[in-house]
């Protein structure tokens, strides 16, 4: 007999618990409905099943329909037990073991080793039906769109909150790149497919564990913050210049990653008009949502119209779509790049459509900007402090794009209508995000556009 406490989910407790989730992505819209897609039970013991992965239909009375999902078990969902290091494991597991379930297909990564790569402690949580050793098993706590649990710092399960029906795109580039032996990515080992009007859709992903990795923000934070600290004049080469050397190598890594991404999907052309018009279309969706960029409408449409006017064909390729120093991490030999799932805020058709690699390059160079204006968001910083601010920015531009040459032969900083266009697109981009999910961060992209619109650099 059922356990009463597993029995499904109550739908008016759903609508309540799902807005204050950091990963439900609708704020401010009132759930009017929520309905089951699919349910899939796993694991556990006559007591009921230790986790089940539930696939929602979210329905509002302004705006679409939105899908997520849910895995009582291991979320604290109401009236539904949670034991996370059980529900955990039975994902694992399911997964090592090639489980079909329901609509659901767990399966290890072909030529990637699961489970047999698995270390002596996993192995052994794995076959063993007793409770697992909590200590095993931890969800990482950190903001993030998604909910990530790491087995004993070895490999990461990422569970998708928000769905949409189809391959996802971290998981589609994750494999592709995994597949050309790329260095640059957390190796692909599994996934959890289930399925979403009628397509095959991706539901979770495993991948290898980086322990003690530190995000390039961090690191380029704490190198800021040292420049600050020194105001002897050579403090950047001093006291900053040892992110100069990860700039290069993160400069090189993304050059790699994209000539994998080349290889893997192949290349094509746009025409400089049709990008400008992109562009342009972005900026005016941005105005309606952000009245305070209204004021540079003018100077980034003449920006566009300049760059509509190039005579060569812009090469373009899939990408990382949304690459920033937080989706760096620096692994005991490498850069790691992370989350190919592309800007939140667009839809997936724009996300997985090609670019020019200058996009990536862009919001690398945005970032490096960031890094330098964050730490001093709340005072007016003096003169001396916004020269060696504005010389670790260069330093760390040049190292980049270097890096970027290195591994490429081609200098990003060449092509700099282009890259300027993109620049500007991705703060377009920013403003909106700033101003719709981080308010107070808002004035960071726009002071650059006040910046960039006197003549000034970033
Ligand atoms: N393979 C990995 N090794 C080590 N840490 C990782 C790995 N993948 C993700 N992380 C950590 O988890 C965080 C969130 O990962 P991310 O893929 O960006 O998830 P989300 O889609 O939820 O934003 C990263 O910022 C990083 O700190
Ligand atoms: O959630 P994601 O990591 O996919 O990306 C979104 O959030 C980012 C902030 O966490 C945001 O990045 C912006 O802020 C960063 C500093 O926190 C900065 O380094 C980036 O250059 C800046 O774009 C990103 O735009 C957004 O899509």
């Known amino acids: 007999m059922t356990d009463p406490t597993h029995a499904p989910v109550n739908a008016a ?33 006559g007591d009921g099943p230790a986790a089940r992965l539930d696939l929602l239909e979210v329905r509002f009375d302004d705006r679409a329909p939105q899908y997520y999902q849910v895995v009582p078990g291991l979320d604290a969902v109401p009236s539904y037990p949670a034991d996370v290091p059980a529900a955990a494991l039975a994902l694992l597991r399911a997964i090592a073991g090639g489980v079909e379930r329901g609509t659901n297909r767990f399966r290890p990564e072909p030529g990637t080793g699961l489970p047999d790569r698995l270390g002596p402690r996993l192995t052994a949580a794995l076959s063993d039906s ?4 909590p200590s095993l098993v931890r969800v990482l706590a950190a903001e993030q769109s998604n909910t990530s649990i790491v087995f004993d710092d070895e490999v990461i399960l990422k569970i998708f909150r928000q769905v949409e029906p189809g391959l996802n795109l971290d998981l589609e580039l994750h494999r592709a790149l995994t597949r050309l032996g790329s260095d640059h990515v957390a190796p692909l080992l599994g996934a959890v497919e289930g399925e979403l009007q009628g397509e095959p859709t991706t539901l979770g992903m495993l991948s290898g564990y980086a ?27 001093r006291s900053g210049g040892d992110f100069e050397f990860e700039a290069r190598r993160i400069g090189a890594a993304v050059g790699e990653v994209h000539a994998d991404l080349r290889t893997a999907f192949g290349v094509d052309v746009a025409d400089p008009a049709d990008v400008a018009a992109d562009f342009a279309a972005h900026l005016d969706e941005a105005v309606a ?67 020019s690699p200058l996009y990536d390059v862009a919001g690398l160079l945005r970032s490096l900007d960031y890094a330098t204006h964050y730490p001093v968001r709340d005072e007016a910083p003096d003169a001396d402090a916004v020269r060696r ?52 961060w808002l004035p960071i992209p726009l002071a650059t556009l006040d910046r960039l619109g006197a003549g000034m650099p970033q």
């Open 289 to 355: 949502v952000v009245p305070a960029l209204r004021s540079h409408a003018p100077f980034l449409h003449a920006r566009y119209r300049r760059l509509a006017g190039l005579s060569t064909p812009v090469p373009i390729q899939r990408v990382h779509g949304d690459l920033h120093l937080g989706q760096l991490l620096r692994t005991s030999h490498t850069w790691w790049l992370l989350d190919f799932e592309g800007e939140p805020a667009r839809p997936l058709a724009q996300r997985r459509a090609p670019r």
């Open 13 to 45: 407790h759903l609508a309540a618990w799902l807005p204050e989730q950091r990963w439900f992505r609708a704020k401010g819209h009132a759930v009017r409905e929520v309905r089951p897609v699919s349910s899939v039970p796993l694991g556990g013991d």
């Open 130 to 133: 007793g409770p697992p050793a």
């Open 389 to 440: 601010l504005s010389q670790w920015s260069a330093l760390n531009r040049e190292a980049l794009c270097a890096g970027y040459a290195d591994s490429t032969g081609v200098d990003p900083g060449s092509s700099q209508q282009l890259l300027e266009g993109y620049v500007l697109d991705r703060i377009v981009y920013e403003v909106v995000y700033e101003a719709t999910v981080r308010p107070a």
């Open 211 to 237: 322990p003690h990795a530190v995000d390039g923000w961090a690191m380029a934070l704490a190198s800021v913050r040292d420049v600050l600290a020194d105001d002897a004049p050579a403090a950047v080469a």
